[in-house]
């Protein structure tokens, strides 16, 4: 299974500047390189990325996930979005599309948000036999109201990734920055090319 799974690559090459690294990030109609001065932090990445394991001995831990499941008695993963402090990840088996891009090159925008009312019930009713028009009927709702929305990832403008109708949206988006604004204090970064590939 390990060798159907495609990446988006991330490449580091410190040769240019010993105050920086190069960042090479690769998917299949583009390809960014970045100048990044956190030399360390950016190896530590390129370790992580090397596939879609979880890298807890590196420091990495899941901060959000969401599984699509299929199968009533023996239910079984179709699709996930799994963000970490470190990256965003997609998966579909089905499809055999597999895609990671670092978070702290990403952008997050919500879009589509609206309310969506879910509510539970129980109902009963009493009809007389015999009788069409006559019935007592007792109707007893709770819900409750959510914001939903889609997660777009950008890179330098382009959306790389979008998670859609994702329960309370600006709330990830606001974790996402929390976290990204805690790594981006070490280092800075700016673009050095955008090529279509």
Known sequence: MEE??????????????????????SFPHYEFIFEDEDVEG???LHQIMENLEIKEKLGEAIIWEHYFEEGIFFKKTKEFWIITNYRIMYGNYKTDVFLQVPLKYVDV??????SSFQSTGTGYG??????????????????????IGDLTFILEGQVILEFTNVA?????????????????SKSTKKLASIKSV
Do not use: W
Request: proline share 3%.
């Open 109 to 114: 925008v919500v879009m589509n948000s609206h």
């Open 42 to 44: 950016v190896k530590k």
């Open 126 to 147: 009493v009809a007389m036999p015999g009788s069409l028009a006559f019935g007592v009927g007792v109707m007893n709702r709770q819900g409750t109201s959510q914001r």
């Open 168 to 184: 309370d949206p600006t709330g990830v988006k606001n974790l996402i920055n929390q976290v990204k604004k805690q790594m981006n």
């Open 4 to 25: 159907e799974i495609q990446l988006s690559k991330l490449i580091v090459d410190e040769g240019k500047d010993f105050g920086s690294a190069e960042v090479n990030i």
